[in-house]
């Protein structure tokens, strides 16, 4: 087994789009290199990138796609970066929305958009032609699925259709024999379930489709408050318990939660990466760079949800102000 702890990495969304679909149908090599090597430039331990792809680009324009994945992967492995492909999204928010995969896309009965097996083609094309490919950590299916705000067993068969799309997939890529890991990415929501034991029981689910184990574990409180500190704590000794207990690694692939109170967000990264290093759990913080996507910049550039701003570094190419702290780790 890899040593999953020793991952020190960044979300990467470039600057220049406000969606993921933008910044891979729009490809620009030359800013993806800019950035990326900032952010070696700053933080030397840097050694993964987990990079948000496009199936809606894909699916305009196949071939070109499959290239700039290319260019995108040897981008990152001219500087040293393993690459965490996240193929498809189902975070979404109500203002600058980043885009993905929608419920009436992946659940029979849902909607006119439905059709079964829809990801094929792009599997074939994009992880086909990579299967064997070093420089591909783990094929991450999708970014927080389940992200609902109401317990599980309220949403009807909803999770249970989700999670039939997400065992579909890491079936069909198990069948392809891909060399890299597979795994998905779920949302942190403790409230999907209303007791731990039985969001330690769902999640113990999910892990079936999870080779190396995947959390997003933002510590949202303030520094003080020794409950949530507790609470949050709780949950990290639970997921590496699991990972124990089923021999796999374990890493955060979205952490540190955002603001845009500089100093708030330094004292939330350092304990956020202090809680998550004691566990030998890999750090992969949203995000690098300041972007147009949600929740990576200043009011001057869109609007800001809850998260605030969870950018490292500024849009002049300066490091954000207390961010070195990450070398701490």
């Keep these: 087994m890899e040593d999953f702890s020793a991952v020190r990495g960044f979300n990467y969304q ?4 406000s969606t993921s679909f933008e910044n891979w149908l729009y490809f620009r090599p030359e800013l993806f290199e800019l950035e990326l090597r900032r952010g ?3 933080f030397p331990k840097f050694n ?3 990079y948000w792809l496009s199936w809606d ?3 305009r324009k196949p071939r070109e796609f499959a290239d700039n994945f290319e260019t995108a992967l040897n981008i990152a492995d001219s500087l040293g970066l393993r690459v965490i492909p996240c193929l498809f999204n189902r975070w979404h928010n109500d203002f600058v929305d ?5 419920l009436d896309t992946i659940i029979p009965g849902m909607g006119w958009s439905y059709r079964p097996g829809f990801y094929r083609e792009y599997f074939d094309k994009i992880v086909g032609e990579h299967r064997n490919d070093r420089r591909v950590l783990i094929w991450d299916l999708c970014n927080e699925p389940f992200s609902y705000h109401k317990y599980l ?7 249970a259709a989700e999670f039939a799309w997400l065992k579909e997939m890491y079936d069909c890529l198990k069948s392809m024999e891909v060399s890299q890991h597979v795994s998905f990415s779920p949302h942190w929501m403790t409230e999907l379930t209303p007791s731990f034991e039985e969001w330690e029981a769902w999640f113990e689910k999910c892990s079936a489709l999870m080779d190396v184990i995947i959390i997003h574990p933002y510590y949202i409180g303030e520094q003080g408050d020794t409950a949530k ?7 990290l000794d639970s997921f590496t318990a699991l990972a124990k207990k089923q021999n796999k690694g374990i890493v955060a692939s979205e952490t540190c939660w955002g603001s845009l109170d500089d100093q708030w967000r330094v004292e939330n990264i350092r304990y956020t990466m202090t809680e998550l290093k004691k566990r030998g759990i890999g750090i992969i913080p949203h995000a690098l760079h300041h972007s147009l996507v949600a929740d990576l910049h200043l009011p001057e550039y869109g ?16 490091l954000r102000k207390g961010h070195e702290v990450y070398n701490d780790f």
């Design 14 to 17: 470039p600057s220049a789009g």
């Design 153 to 159: 067993k309220d949403m009807g068969g909803i999770p």
């Design 48 to 50: 993964t990138v987990r």
């Design 57 to 59: 680009a894909f699916i």
């Design 229 to 235: 500190k507790a609470e949050y704590e709780r949950l």
């Design 40 to 42: 070696k430039q700053y």
């Design 98 to 102: 980043n885009g993905g995969v929608y």
């Design 303 to 318: 609007p800001v949800g809850p998260p605030g701003d969870l950018r490292f570094i500024n849009a002049d190419g300066s």
